[in-house]
């Protein structure tokens, strides 16, 4: 693994509806890649832990109104002041395991209505991910799980809108992976998709920026 400057960590996105299961699988294949020696970090999106990501979890709580386009912003400004730490971790060879990214931020704005083009501009720059997972599963069927809580979008109808946003905005690039199925099948499907794109990686595959 090493002799090789250019070695790096494999940047994975994890994307879906509510409920769909991302922290489930990102939790699971945090700990199979750590347990295959790999230095790895499971990262999330929002980050409520900044001041950015502060008014974001207060505006999806209800306790603030926002103007749709300046959520949006927001969001992305809560990954812009990660990036250059998301960065430098990849470059020292961490792998990152990232429930939601960008392509959450398109969809669930241009499902309120919002342009995808004027939705997707801010994120241009942003490192690209090496794997895009998509965990596929009907709204019905993710609604019916344990319930939703009382966040913004956790609602049925927009669910529907999130997901048909999500069909826009994917390419021939995402890994699809039936949802519905018991949590351990979906854990291994994970499993050898990402092994490859972290051995791709770990021989010097240059880092891509949004939108690539
Ligand atoms: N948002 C945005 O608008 N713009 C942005 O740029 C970004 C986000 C980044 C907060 O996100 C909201 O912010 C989100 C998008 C928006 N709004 N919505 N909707 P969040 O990440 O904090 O919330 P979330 O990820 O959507 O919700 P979640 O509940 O954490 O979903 P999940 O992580 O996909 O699911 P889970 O917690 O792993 O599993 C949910 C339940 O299903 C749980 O009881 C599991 O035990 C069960 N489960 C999981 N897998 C299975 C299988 N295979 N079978 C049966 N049951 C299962
Ligand atoms: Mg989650």
């Not at 690209?128 to 344990?146: C, F, Q, S, T």
């Not at 199925?181 to 891509?208: A, F, T, W, Y």
Request: aromatic content about 8%; overall charge neutral.
């Amino acid at each position: 693994r090493s002799g090789n400057g250019d070695s790096r960590g494999a940047l994975v996105v994890l994307e879906g509806l509510d409920r769909c299961g991302k922290s489930t699988q990102s939790g699971r294949l945090l700990t199979y890649l750590k347990g295959l020696g790999h230095s790895t970090e499971l990262w999330r999106f929002p980050d409520r832990t900044t001041s950015v990501g502060q008014m974001i979890s207060s505006y999806l709580s209800s306790q603030s109104q926002l103007d749709d386009h300046t959520v949006h912003l927001l969001f992305s400004a809560n990954r812009w002041e990660k990036r250059s730490l998301m960065e430098r971790k990849l470059k020292s060879g961490t792998t990152l395991i990232v429930d939601r990214y960008s392509y959450s931020g398109v969809a669930f704005s241009s499902a309120k209505g919002l342009d995808i083009d004027w939705c997707k501009a801010p994120e241009i720059g942003l490192l690209a991910p090496d794997m895009v997972v998509y965990l596929n599963i009907p709204p019905e069927k993710a609604a019916e799980r344990g319930g939703y809580g009382d966040e913004r979008y956790e609602k049925l109808e927009f669910q529907r809108k999130v997901s048909h946003s999500y069909q826009v905005l994917h390419d021939a690039s995402w890994k699809m992976i039936d949802a519905c199925q018991p949590i351990e099948d979906i854990e291994k499907q994970l499993q050898e998709m990402v092994s490859d794109c972290v051995r791709i990686c770990q021989k010097g595959k240059p880092l891509s920026f949004l939108w690539s």
